[in-house]
């Protein structure tokens, strides 16, 4: 099967320009998050989506970031304005639709990331 | 809140020896466990997996088993490669509510010729 695809592979911007990355995910996967990896640390979920229904926004930024999912399949994360923090690579996952039983055995699919560097 | 440690990194080993990369969790209820590894320029992959306690997840000569009395789920394997040289990540995902994965901080492991 295809995995997921993400792009740009990387992204070099200065700080307050605006930055767009693009995802889609594995055929069938209901599911989808955007992850935020910082160097030494481990992926923090920024948005969790079902079909093209949020479930999870907690952790997004809002004044500056945003994401959608129209159609319930192919994804975009912007920051607008960028700041230096956001330094880090973004990931994309998808999963089998949440709360089905086959989810509970799924685990995420991810793509090669973006690694965006804000100068 | 739910949460996971892992051993700080990075891991240095030799060929042939024995690895165990620690990981305790934090959550209310029974989330599932997994390991992912990220080989350099890819994203997270999944290594193994186990949905229930006692349950052992198992690939590529790796293992870990779901300990709920210790919260724990440590990785190990018998003998490491020189292609195992990678960044490990420990990560638990609640099933129910919003079916959030939460993600440990990574170890490093490098091993040596």
């Known amino acids: 099967e295809a995995g997921v695809a993400q792009s740009p592979r990387y992204k070099i911007i200065e700080k307050r320009q605006s930055v767009a990355f693009w995802c889609n995910p594995i055929?069938?996967?209901?599911?989808l998050y955007w992850y935020q990896q910082i160097l030494g640390q481990g992926p923090k979920l920024l948005i969790q989506?079902?079909?093209?229904?949020?479930?999870?926004d907690s952790q997004l930024p809002k004044d500056r970031f945003s994401a959608e999912r129209l159609k319930g399949v192919d994804s975009t994360l912007k920051i607008q304005p960028a700041k230096l923090e956001d330094s880090a690579v973004y990931l994309c996952?998808?999963?089998?639709?949440?709360?089905?039983?086959?989810?509970?055995?799924?685990?995420?699919?991810f793509g090669n990331g973006t690694r965006l560097t804000v100068t | 809140g739910n949460s996971v440690t892992q051993m700080e990194g990075p891991v240095t080993l030799s060929e042939e020896a024995f690895l165990t990369i620690n990981c305790t969790y934090t959550?209310?209820?029974?989330?599932?466990l997994f390991w992912y590894v990220q080989y350099p320029g890819e994203g997270l992959q999944l290594l193994l997996k186990?949905?229930?306690?006692?349950d052992k997840g198992s690939n590529k000569g790796f293992e870990a088993t779901y300990r709920k009395e210790t919260t724990s789920f440590h990785l190990e394997k018998g003998s490491v490669q020189v292609s195992d040289s990678a960044v490990y990540f420990c990560?638990?995902?609640?099933?129910?509510?919003?079916?959030?994965?939460?993600f440990g901080a990574g170890t490093r492991l490098f091993v040596k010729a």
């Open positions: 990560a638990l995902r609640k099933n129910t509510g919003g079916f959030k994965t939460i």
């Open positions: 989506f079902q079909n093209n229904g949020v479930v999870d």
């Open positions: 186990a949905t229930k306690a006692d």
């Open positions: 055929s069938g996967h209901a599911t």
């Open positions: 959550a209310t209820g029974y989330p599932s």
């Open positions: 996952a998808s999963s089998l639709a949440l709360g089905s039983q086959a989810s509970y055995n799924s685990p995420l699919h």
